[in-house]
């Protein structure tokens, strides 16, 4: 049983940034996968993007890109979600989320992982 959990959220002003953490324990992470994800209420969870474990390799959607950055440290077994030039529409409950990855396709839809930390809120201010 993989355990997952985040920190970093808070309150922050349009045009700062924030770095979530994930700390992951219960597994060794070879050929693991771990993505982000956010939810705002009322919508479904929307992927962010997510980093192969061994490789350090990352898959952003395009909207993402540039802007937030996924990286891990493997002594510290921790994923982080580096997040710049916030703007308020990217307040939303973030989760990380973690699956076993053993054919090398990137997954986005949140039912394609089996683990998941307990989110952390996100509120960017204009």
């Known amino acids: 049983q993989v355990q997952l959990v985040e920190s970093g959220g808070g309150l922050v002003q349009a045009g700062g940034s924030l770095r979530l953490s994930c700390i992951a324990s219960?597994?060794?992470?070879?050929?693991?996968?771990m993505g982000w994800f956010r939810q705002t209420t009322g919508k479904e969870r929307e992927f962010v993007g997510c980093?192969?474990?061994?490789?350090?390799?990352?898959y952003y959607t395009d909207s993402k890109k540039g802007r937030f950055t996924i990286t891990r440290d493997n002594a510290k077994n921790t994923g982080y979600l580096q997040m710049n030039s916030l703007k308020p529409e990217d307040t939303a409950v973030y989760f990380c989320?973690?699956?076993?990855?053993?054919?090398?396709?990137?997954?986005?839809?949140?039912?394609?992982?089996?683990?998941w930390g307990q989110g952390t809120q996100v509120t960017v201010s204009s």
């Open positions: 219960g597994r060794t992470f070879s050929r693991y996968d």
């Open positions: 980093i192969n474990w061994s490789s350090g390799s990352t």
């Open positions: 989320a973690g699956r076993p990855n053993l054919n090398g396709i990137w997954a986005i839809a949140p039912d394609q992982y089996d683990d």
